[in-house]
């Protein structure tokens, strides 16, 4: 299986991204990690375009081709990054989920941007204006939306495991 985690800088994505995969012993894709390592190899701060996201793909879908159970964390901002993980898994020939991270409180959610810690060396975290100005397709009708500012992260992690339903751990 696939789990796509989509959503804006600082809404949670990554924590609770993080959290289902240790708990179900999940690979977990990070395009944040990929991209800064790009940078790193470029010498350079500039944008990576659609590098990190393709790599992330093909590391998604190596995985999944050995049967493991992926979950796949990055903004997600645009149809066609959506479109492309689609694509991972059904080349992969497994079920895929989407899930859309929010955070509907507005003043946490500027919080959490303003004051969060980068976790991958030398990676900018976005401003606020930055968020708030980002190109963000609406999803439609697809992904299940989980609201950080409403359920802390354990019990997020828990209704997913229920709503897609994941019914055993997967191996290691």
């Not at 939306?145 to 828990?158: F, H, L, R, S, Y």
Request: net charge negative.
């Amino acid at each position: 299986m696939l789990i796509v985690f989509g959503g804006l800088p600082g809404s949670g994505k990554t924590t609770v991204a993080r959290a289902l995969a240790r708990r179900l012993g999940a690979v977990y894709v990070r395009v944040d990690t990929i991209e800064q390592a790009i940078r790193v190899s470029n010498d350079s701060s500039e944008d990576v375009g659609p590098a990190g996201y393709v790599v992330a793909y093909g590391v998604a879908e190596d995985n999944l081709t050995l049967g493991r159970l992926v979950i796949a964390d990055s903004v997600n901002p645009l149809t066609i990054t959506r479109d492309a993980w689609l694509a991972v898994a059904a080349r992969s020939k497994v079920r895929v989920a989407e899930v859309e991270v929010i955070c509907s409180n507005k003043i946490e959610h500027r919080r959490r941007v303003e004051t969060r810690k980068t976790d991958v060396e030398g990676l900018v975290k976005p401003t606020w204006q930055e968020v708030v100005e980002r190109a963000y397709d609406d999803w439609g009708q697809r992904p299940v939306i989980v609201d950080t500012a409403a359920k802390d992260v354990q019990e997020i992690v828990d209704a997913l495991i229920v709503e897609l339903r994941i019914d055993r751990p997967h191996p290691v």
